[in-house]
Nanobody
């Protein structure tokens, strides 16, 4: 089993920045792709960014140029640097890990097996 714990969420003004972290523990050797998703009230969980085990990266169009995903294999930790935050970025952010071996960044929720509990990001206008 893999446990994922997000941190770094909070309240920020529009235009500000936050850095989310996702710490993994347990059977981390089975983790390959990792990703960030978010869910706003009344909406479905949506893809934000993903990084494959080989380092390939993909972003949702809505965050390209503002968010940066990265991964520290030695620390089993993934990050999401969020800059120029907008009110529409406000959501609960979840990290996820997949146990599928692929070079392709995974963007569908169904492709991930392990999920964190989420961290709230609030952006005030």
């Amino acid at each position: 089993q893999v446990q994922l714990v997000e941190s770094g969420g909070g309240l920020v003004q529009a235009g500000g920045s936050l850095r989310l972290s996702c710490a993994a523990s347990g059977r981390t050797f089975v983790m390959y792709g990792m990703g960030w998703f978010r869910q706003a009230p009344g909406k479905e969980r949506e893809f934000v960014a993903a990084i494959s085990w080989s380092g390939s990266i993909s972003y949702a169009d809505s965050v390209k140029g503002r968010f940066t995903i990265s991964r520290d294999g030695a620390k089993n930790t993934m990050y999401l640097q969020m800059n120029s935050l907008k009110p529409e970025d406000m959501a609960v952010y979840y990290c996820a890990a997949a146990d599928v071996v692929t070079n392709r960044p995974l963007s569908a929720t169904s492709e991930y097996r392990y999920w964190g509990q989420g961290t709230q990001v609030t952006v005030s206008s």
